[in-house]
């Protein structure tokens, strides 16, 4: 079966037509970046105006390349949410406009629900991800640690208390005149110096939670750029000529990463999950990637990461979430609204996973 994925949260427009909740036949992205490079990050109402501007060809495109039109689709899954408001209503209408006029179902996703379906999406069926497992999540706009105890069932273990990891990335990136997004450039930089050189704290939160703290680090960060009187880089400078800003890049990397390893670590020692899953755009960086294969081979359990392209926001996730939507028969209405907040896994929680 067909299903047309949707997914307009935040700055990437995105259409995708997947089958069975595997197989991709197509999977495009209208980024935004360059409308919102300017102002260092994502102005919202310039971001509904572009998804408005790109969503009808992106749409079509997404069925061109899969080499389907309409009459094909057996279900449309859109984000719901969370995000931007108006980003997120752009899709949903689109979506809904769609389901309405072919008379097929609508099937409403968690956009966190979709990065983390990446990672079942390219996993051999011959392989199924062991449960329990522990999920990782890490975007520009969450980080969050789910107790999955099967498939498709998320129990919120620990969140951030402030900065989401990525939002970090690029907040730092910004003050060190890197552009925007932050996570790629930093990550390139940073395989470049040393992480000792300028010595920054790891992020640590030590009430026994499982939550992070990313602004603590980032103020280290800037309180380093002051003292040291790091200059932003200029325009048209290398920044590989820039040995305090590669330092710093390594160090600031190094402690991100190091925090998600540590705490993620201990859940799934103290859970005994078998599998651990990291996905969301900053499940992109080649430092992360590297820790959490050694960390998986230290606890003898596979780690599953999206291919880089699943990872960062797109509509195929979406599309693999809905599927497991269409499956549940969980339909939605054309009344659907959007949520700013939806909030994976923060039901009641189970007396089995108090002691986490
Ligand atoms: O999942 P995503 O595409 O969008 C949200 O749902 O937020 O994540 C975007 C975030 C941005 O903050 C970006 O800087 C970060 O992911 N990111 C990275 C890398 N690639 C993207 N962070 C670190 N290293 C990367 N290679
Ligand atoms: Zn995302």
């Not at 690029?170 to 470049?192: F, N, S, T, W």
């Not at 699943?310 to 969980?330: F, H, P, Q």
Request: with cysteine.
């Amino acid at each position: 079966m067909l299903i047309l994925g949707i997914e307009s949260s935040c700055d990437e427009t995105a259409a995708a037509v997947v089958e069975d909740g595997r197989r991709i036949l197509s999977n495009l992205i209208a980024s935004q970046v360059s409308v919102h490079r300017p102002y260092g990050g994502v102005v919202p109402e310039l971001a509904s105006r572009q998804h408005l501007a790109h969503i009808g060809p992106v749409v079509r495109r997404a069925l061109d390349e899969a080499g389907v039109d309409l009459s094909r689709i057996d279900a449309v899954a859109v984000t719901q949410g969370p995000g931007l408001i108006g980003s997120l209503l752009v899709g949903l209408c689109f979506g809904k406009s769609i389901a309405f006029a072919r008379g097929v179902p609508l099937l409403a996703v968690d956009h966190l629900e979709g990065h983390i379906r990446a990672a079942y999406m390219e996993r051999p069926e011959s392989e199924p991800i062991p449960h329990p497992a522990i999920s990782l999540v890490v975007s520009g706009g969450h980080t969050g640690l789910y107790l999955m105890s099967e498939e498709a069932r998320y129990h919120l273990l620990g969140k951030t208390r402030d900065d989401a990891a990525g939002e970090a990335y690029d907040k730092v990136a910004k003050r060190l005149g890197l552009g925007y997004p932050g996570g790629p450039v930093l990550d390139r930089l940073a395989g470049h110096g040393d992480p000792k050189a300028i010595p920054l704290p790891v992020a640590k939160i030590s009430d026994g939670s499982h939550d992070f703290s990313f602004s603590g680090l980032k103020t280290a960060v800037l309180r380093a750029v002051r003292e040291r009187n790091i200059e932003p880089l200029a325009e048209g400078e290398d920044p590989m000529a820039r040995r305090d800003i590669l330092d710093l890049a390594a160090g600031f990397q190094k402690a991100v990463v190091e925090a998600l390893v540590a705490t993620t670590g201990r859940v799934t020692r103290r859970s005994k999950a078998r599998a651990i899953l990291v996905s969301g755009g900053v499940a992109a960086n080649s430092w992360l990637r590297s820790e959490f294969g050694r960390l998986g081979a230290q606890l003898g359990v596979p780690v599953v990461l999206p291919s880089i392209s699943l990872s960062t926001d797109n509509a195929a996730m979406i599309a693999a979430a809905g599927y497991l939507k269409y499956l549940r028969k969980e339909f939605s209405g054309l009344d659907l609204n959007a949520e700013v907040e939806l909030r994976l896994g923060e039901g009641p929680v189970r007396r089995s996973q108090r002691h986490l």
